[in-house]
Each structure stands twice: as structure tokens, then as C-alpha cells.
């Protein structure tokens, strides 16, 4: 289940640790411990993990409100319940890694880890190296400054006025 649905699961007092109740959030265990929820005991789960390449016209999410297809739709034969380590937009394609793996998503999408994410995109018009030089330095976003990112300018077209970019950036704004 998520987090959500555990605290309340635990506050509700539906949880058990070797037999006792617990009710209070943030109990430590160490995993030689019997658990149980609502009377059935819960069993470690085997870490999976899947390099998915994400299509356009799917959403980066494990549900969808709007009923566009997710990228959680394509592993409905998986038993595990799967989710993508960060996320591409409703129109862009790429490589997702999905899993079962909270430590381990973790560890790749919190900022303080600055994991490099690397994207390319075809953009139009051709961006001046002055351009190029404020996204390297960093751009302010809602007041934020970025990270600087490295840009690497891949080809470009003239007559369609046209540009494919290679950019590596280490956090994640919408």
C-alpha cells in the first residue's frame, strides 16, 4: 500500500509487531520481526526493477485521474506493485527505470544525491551560445535559481529552424 494508507492502517491500530499493537508512527524494525495487518502476516517483498522506455502519450504515474494510459499499465502482469523512479512528460519519450524499490528510488531522485539525468530534445529555433551559457550557470525559475546544467548542442538546422540539445541536469522541477 502507500505510506498514506500504512500510517493510517497503523493508527487505526490494524498492525501488529510480534503479536502487540502498534498504533504509533515511525516504530523501528528489523525485519526478523512477525508483521502483521488485519491478521495477515506480511511477507518481504523481492526488490524488481525494469528499464521501461516510456512512449508519448503515456503518463508517468501509477494512476491517472483522466484515465490516460500510465506507464504502471504496461506491467499489470507484474505482481509487484511498480513505480517510476522520476517521471518524463505526457508527450516526451525516454527511459524510465521502474520498481519496487523505495530505498533505492530514494537514493536516485532526492536532490541531495544530485544523480545526473541526462535528456535530448529537438526544440525549435537554435539557441545563441548566450543561451547555452545561462542554463550552464543556471536559470532562475519561480524565484529559484537551477542547478547549472551541461548543454551540449547536438545539430542544428537552419532552413527549419530547428535544434537537437543534450542536457544533463542533477534536479527536478516541474
Known amino acids: 500500500t502507500s505510506r498514506r494508507k500504512a500510517e493510517k492502517l497503523i493508527q487505526e491500530g490494524k498492525v501488529t509487531v510480534n503479536g502487540k499493537v502498534v498504533k504509533e508512527l515511525g516504530v523501528k524494525v528489523s525485519g526478523t520481526e512477525r508483521i502483521e495487518v488485519e491478521g495477515i502476516q506480511l511477507t518481504k517483498e523481492e526488490h524488481r526493477y525494469f528499464l521501461f522506455y516510456k512512449p508519448r502519450g503515456t503518463v508517468s504515474a501509477v494512476t491517472d485521474d483522466k484515465g490516460r494510459t500510465t506507464v504502471a499499465d504496461y506491467f499489470a502482469d507484474i505482481p509487484e506493485r511498480l513505480y517510476p523512479v522520476g517521471r518524463l ?5 525516454g527511459l524510465l527505470l521502474m520498481t519496487n524499490d523505495g530505498d533505492f528510488a530514494n537514493l536516485l531522485m532526492h536532490p541531495k544525491n544530485e544523480v545526473s539525468k541526462t535528456y535530448i530534445a529537438r526544440i525549435k529555433g537554435i539557441p545563441e551560445r548566450e543561451v547555452i551559457r545561462q542554463l550552464e550557470r ?13 548543454v551540449k548542442m547536438r545539430s ?3 532552413t527549419k529552424d530547428k535544434a537537437i540539445v543534450e542536457i544533463t541536469i542533477h534536479e527536478g522541477r516541474n
Open 156 to 158: 542544428s538546422d537552419k
Open 89 to 93: 512528460d505526457y508527450d516526451t519519450s
Open 138 to 150: 543556471g536559470v532562475v525559475i519561480d524565484g529559484r535559481k537551477t542547478a547549472p546544467a551541461k
